[in-house]
């Protein structure tokens, strides 16, 4: 009961507070002499996001570098094998985590590749039938599922029985009626569960890459494609001279998010094996690491992930730099 | 080009070369475009479609026969899963917890978000352009590099384990995806406006409140929904946060069901359909704004 009249006060209180600052504030701004006014104005309208910002990523960013560089205890520097490196070292050689990197990097390729090309070609074949926003409504279905529900969905799918009992999982059934042995499919290690995996991190994220392409796929102009067809291009010679090309930029940015989501996949693997089987990922290393308190070979996985992402984060920079010089 | 198009200029060219000959030659020479739409859309709903059926069904079924055979009589369908489900007593604590984390995480983001992206929109201040490209830098930082800080503050705080935790972190994590957004469409209306406002003599406030934010209510609809499922669907945070407090929400709670109750199908579908049952309805409902709200976000970037 408590915690409803307090949801209610937040729900209510924030957005009156805020507005009691911008009413108070501007109240106390407009008193102030011309040039202050000017200078104190921007940061006292920013300053609640940026506040947000700076306590929650941008402090605990610097922190975890530090972190990742002391002891157990946080009492002083680690010492170890690369001296201060030591969780560094750990990471680097724990067969484990090596183990959870190969599996990231799986991630990285496969799941971005379909991802992305599956969206692609869906994308231009529902283009050409009738049907089209049925076909995609079915798509897109899995994005706004949680990886949660998601995973539970799939543990059905992967579902395994001892062979000779009933197959009640669909893809055991299905592999039964072409009288195949059922298939342990999130313990058959290293491929087959890996692989099971992101299939289905990628039926969650097709939909997704299907309506951004989409959406870029409607805004090229039909003379152009007619213009192609007068030439005697046949349909797949457009798709790969014309289409694709004119797609370039939408599916670099897709693909960008794609690889950001890869490196971060967390939910699905905790959920449905929860790293067993040699199927843990750097989130999923990082956040067991994190929850047996042992900070500092945690944050030491967490830094690797983000210098992993690094170059993405200065693709994104440029692009909007780009952008802002277009406005 | 809308797929009406690209079936007249069809069917224009199919008149012009005549012959009812030509036009089944052109009806079989299609027949493979259907049959891949229809079997990967079969893939992409018969996994949900499965687990939903399911859900209806009793313990001993789902042990003994695959969810297809409830297709044909005796179908048997019934609620116990459900029933058991939410006989729990954390489960319907849980979702209760889930709707008191998400909604006001959310009105609490939004709120700070679109004052954040009004100054970054319509104001000059030495350094915008810096904090603007940090804002852009933060957007893609894993949440994993920043959960132990995060704790180890909110122990400090002595807030660690509450739900007053969780709406912090989440806000904190959201904001700069949202001002940014926020502030490409503010910064998009037009000048016009605001400076006819000036000169009428209204201060920042006004602008903001009577100007600003009314225009801006169809971008700040569209990331609601979006911000909403997203903290709805929440996994790491919750279980980073709020993973062995009393105040789990349903993610979490799910998630312990799949490891706890091994072979327990009866609890996991029916926790896990009422679990999407929520974002499936917004997305039915409000599929325009929802669609929206991921195309704003990455193509015009």
Known sequence: ?327 | MSAEQVTTRRESAVSRSVSALDNLGYRLQRLPLHLVIIIICVIWVVPTLGMVINSFRSIDDMNNAGWWTTLFPPHGFTFASYQQVLAIEEVPLSILYSILITIPATVIQLTIATMGAYAFAWMKFPGRNLFFIVIVGLMVVPIQMTLIPVLQIFRFLHVNGTILSVWLAHSGYGLPFEVFLLRNYLGGLPREIFESAEVDGAGHAVRFLRIAVPMTIPAIASLTIFVFLGIWNDLLVALAFLGVSAFRPFTVVITGLVTSQGGGWQYLTAAAVLQMALPLAVFIFLQRYFVRGITSGSVKG
Not at chain 1, 21 to 28: A, F, L, R, T
Not at chain 1, 115 to 129: E, F, K, M, N, Q
Not at chain 1, 185 to 212: H, K, Q, R, S, Y
Request: hydrophobic letters at 55%; one cysteine or more.
């Open chain 1, 1 to 327: 009961m408590d915690q409803i009249i307090t949801a209610v006060i937040a729900v209510v209180g924030v957005p009156l507070v805020l507005l009691g600052y911008i009413i108070g504030g501007e109240q106390v701004i407009e008193r102030l002499p011309g040039r202050l006014q000017d200078w104190a104005r921007p940061y006292f309208w920013a300053l609640p996001a940026v506040g947000f910002a700076t306590i929650f990523m941008v402090y605990p960013m610097a922190r975890t570098v530090v972190i990742s560089l002391r002891n157990r205890a946080d009492s002083d520097w680690a010492t170890g094998v690369w001296g201060v490196f030591a969780n560094y070292h750990y990471f680097f050689t724990f067969p484990d985590t090596l183990t959870a990197l190969r599996n990231s990097v799986a991630w990285l390729i496969f799941y971005t590749f379909f991802a992305v090309s599956l969206g692609l070609v869906i994308a231009i074949l529902v283009d050409r039938v009738r049907y089209e926003s049925l076909a995609k409504i079915a798509i897109f279905l899995p994005v706004p599922i949680s990886a949660v529900a998601a995973s539970i969905i799939w543990k059905f799918m992967f579902d395994y029985q001892t062979p000779g009992t009933p197959q009640t999982g669909t893809l055991n059934a299905l592999l039964g009626i072409f009288h195949r042995d059922p298939t342990p499919w999130l313990i058959d290690e290293p491929v087959v569960n890996n692989a099971a995996l992101i299939f289905v991190g990628i039926w969650t994220a097709v939909g997704f890459c299907m309506v951004i392409i989409s959406a870029s796929l409607k805004a090229i102009s039909s003379e152009v494609l007619e213009a192609a067809r007068i030439d005697g291009a046949n349909e797949f010679q457009i798709v790969r001279l014309v289409i694709t090309p004119l797609l370039w930029p939408t599916i670099t940015v897709v693909g960008t998010t794609m690889l950001i989501n890869a490196l971060k996949t967390f939910d699905i693997v905790y959920v449905m094996t929860n790293g067993a089987y040699g199927t843990d990922v750097i989130a999923t290393r990082m956040f067991s690491q994190m929850q047996s308190a042992q900070y500092g070979r945690a944050a030491a996985v967490g830094v690797v992930l983000f210098v992993a992402i690094i170059p993405l984060l200065i693709v994104n920079i440029r692009r909007f730099q780009q952008q802002e010089e277009q406005r």
